[in-house]
Each structure stands twice: as structure tokens, then as C-alpha cells.
């Protein structure tokens, strides 16, 4: 399997989980702001941090379902800031599953190009190194919203964000060929 096939494989397992869950709760995180979703994913890669730390865990989900709500996480934080708080917070079902799969083939995009320019170099980090990352972009959201959303020369929120979205494919897909702990 390739990169780009291990990725659809990767982000439909989270899409599917998103897909239920919104019909199970219909879209009511659109009452979070960005910082509540920053704070979501943060508490998802706190907990793997934990796991990796302390090389135990007591709450049965997996690290590989904590990536995954972090990617779908980060993926509701995007529509948060796509859509304005005047659409509404109940979003019908097709409504978000296509503003979730055109968000996907964005940042598949960012990570093919990054990845010609990068070699795939993920695929020799470690897991530690993706939480780190995540976490760091984390503290960079949190900066620019100290900041009234603006930056003088970095990029914004929406980037970080695709950027947290493909840490988490890279871990997903590393966990499913057994390199890293799942």
C-alpha cells in the first residue's frame, strides 16, 4: 500500500466515526469556539503523552482512537472557522460530511507536497515527536488567539490545524504498519 492509499485508509476510519457520531449528536461542538476545540485536542494528545510516559494506561481507548478524534478535532475546528456563527449550530449531516471530505483533499494536498519536498521524513519519527508536535501547534494556536487571531509573519490557525489533522494521519498510519505503539 502507498502513502496516499494508507492515507484515504487512515482519514476514512476517522471520517466514519465523525459521520456516526454526527448523527448520533447531530453537530452540537458547533457551540465550541476555538479555544475549546484547541483544549479538546489537547486533553487527546495530553493522555498519549501520559500513555508514552508512564508506558501504562487505565482507560481502555487506544492511542490510535485518540489520534483519530484529535484529526476529527481538528477537522471541526476548520468548519468553525469556515462557517460563521450565523449559519447556525445544527448542520445537516451531508452538509458537514462534505465540508469534511473537502477539508481532507486539502490537506492531502499539503501533505503531498510537503512531502516531495520532505521525502516523507515522518515515517522515520517517532511517535513522541508527532505528540510534541501537535502540542506545539497547540501553544501556537493559543498564541495567535492571544494575538486577536492576528500574526505578523507566521501562518494562521487554519494551518496549524491542517498541520495537527496530517500529524495525526502520519501517527494512524504508522500505528497500522505495526511501527508504533497502537
Sequence with gaps: MNTIEQYSKAVQECMDVFKKKTIDYGTSWRVYRTISIVDQIYIKAKRIRTIQEKQQQKIGDTIASEFKGILNYGIMGLIQLELPAS????????????????????????????????GEAWREMSQESFVD??????????????????????EGIDANYYDIINYAVFALILIDEGQHKG
Design 87 to 118: 449559519e447556525g449550530e445544527e448542520l445537516s449531516v451531508e452538509q458537514v460530511m462534505n465540508q469534511y471530505e473537502q477539508i481532507v483533499t486539502n490537506a492531502k494536498a499539503l501533505m503531498l507536497d510537503k512531502n516531495h519536498d520532505y
Design 133 to 154: 508536535l501537535i502540542l506545539a501547534k497547540l501553544q501556537r494556536i493559543r498564541q495567535i488567539l492571544l494575538n486577536d487571531g492576528k500574526t505578523l509573519i507566521s
